[in-house]
Antibody
């Protein structure tokens, strides 16, 4: 079955960077776009961007342009999301989510378990 | 602007029907997906393309979409349906992915 396994929780100081990993299994990694979505404590979801594992093309939400970098390593079926210049309002759970196989209109049919990133001095 | 508005909360008795709305400008012109999130867990896709269900999702979950409102309907509500529910739309012209504000469903 499709599984996305994310790296563990992180605590970072303001101004630092964080890199979260997402290891895919149970399907062909290069066959599906991977998205990153975050959820601040007690809040809703915010889409950050996607990476096409087949070729590495990316598309970032305007809000994160210049601060986020999404990469992948196809040899180990893993996607990465790096966010720099962290601020306290970047404290959130970060999810990777697979672009669904059900619809031609993008949806997220599998999610990682989430990675809590806490930004605090 | 890309704003999808949901009621903050919906309360329903077991066995009754819960209806969760997602309001957006001309949302009927887009395909709406719905997610269920239980506390401390990742979201689960429960309805895609307005009204279709992924494999493994009970028939009790259904959806509709027209005009400025999409609706997720949960029939014969069970205690296990208590969760937060979010709608989501892809705006192809700008390749943006927008989530609704979320609705907490409480089973009385």
């Amino acid at each position: 079955q499709v599984q996305l396994g994310q790296s563990g929780a992180e605590v970072k100081k303001p101004g630092a960077s964080v890199k979260v990993s997402c290891k895919a299994s149970g399907y062909t990694f290069t066959g599906f776009y991977m998205h990153w979505v975050r959820q601040a404590p007690g809040q809703g979801f915010e889409w950050m961007g996607w990476i096409n594992p087949n070729g590495g093309g990316t598309n970032y939400a305007q809000k994160f342009q210049g601060r986020v970098t999404m990469t992948r390593d196809t040899s180990i079926s893993t996607a990465y999301m790096e966010l720099s210049s962290l601020r306290s309002d970047d404290t959130a759970v970060y999810y990777c989510a697979r672009d669904g196989d059900y619809s031609k209109f993008p949806s997220f049919d599998a999610w990682g378990q989430g990675t809590l990133v806490t930004v605090s001095s | 602007s890309y704003v999808l508005t949901q009621p903050p909360s919906v309360s329903v008795a077991p066995g009754q029907t819960a209806r969760i709305t997602c309001g957006g400008n001309d949302i009927g012109g887009y395909r709406v997906h719905w997610y269920q999130q239980k506390p401390g867990q990742a979201p689960v896709l429960v309805v895609y393309d307005d009204s279709d269900r992924p494999s493994g999702i009970p028939e009790r979950f259904s959806g509709s979409n027209s005009g400025n409102t999409a609706t997720l309907t949960i029939s014969w509500v069970e205690a296990g349906d208590e969760a937060d529910y979010y709608c989501q739309v892809w705006y192809s012209s700008s390749d943006r992915y927008v989530f609704g504000t979320g609705t907490k469903v409480t089973v009385l």
